[in-house]
């Protein structure tokens, strides 16, 4: 945090501006996502914090990485994750219940860990930063090809096997998400016959709201040939009205 705060402190102008306008935004919403009793909630925080991660990256001329951020981390990923929540529905009390004693404390204690060793590489590079900056590292070559360089060359095992890790990881979700069927899927053929065994249904398409009637609206119920109400043209929800000349009642969908 110390290195990140003289780093501001030398930047220019508009960049420094952007900083103590976003970082503080972002930490709340770090420590909001950790202290966070409900799933979604802490998702969407997360999300805040990439946003705000996406406009350092800007501010520090790497559109590449803004761009990532906020399509595949921001608008794929997390938000994938968070319908999944809002599908599936997680009570807030499920994340009260530890099922690994201690997992707290060794979270706790592991982030701070990871929190010293960031700071640590970060103080040791920023007299570095200062020298040369982004500008000189990608030279004329530009962001995009200078990062593309880096994965296919030096980093080129490290980046296969995250593609590996990647596929693994999916590979595993469908086979957890996986069921065994427990009964024989049914065919087109045996539904109909279910259909016509049970009785009540009908057999034929049902007809459109007004047909026949003085005009279409859809609580409208359509006519049948002997000028009775074919109560089953309209929705069960809807309030139809008769709409013929001998009665102005309004019915029920179901009566």
Known sequence: MTAAILAAGSAPTHEAVLFWILAPIAVVGALGLVF??????????????????????????????????????????????????????VDSADSLVETLRGQRLAATLVALGFAVLLIVALAGTLDTFHTHGLADAQGEKGNVVAIAELLFSRYVFAFEATSALLITAGLGAMVLAHRERTSPRRTQRERMLERVERGGAALAPLPGPGVYADHDAVDTPALLPDGSLAMTSVPEYLEIRDARPASGGVLEAGE
């Open 36 to 89: 966070a009793r409900s799933a979604v909630h802490a998702a969407v925080l997360l999300a805040l914090v990439m946003l705000s991660l996406a406009a350092f990256y800007t501010a520090e001329a790497a559109p590449f990485l803004a761009v990532v951020q906020v399509v595949v981390y921001t608008g794929a990923v997390l938000m994938l994750f968070l319908f999944v929540l809002m599908l599936v529905g």
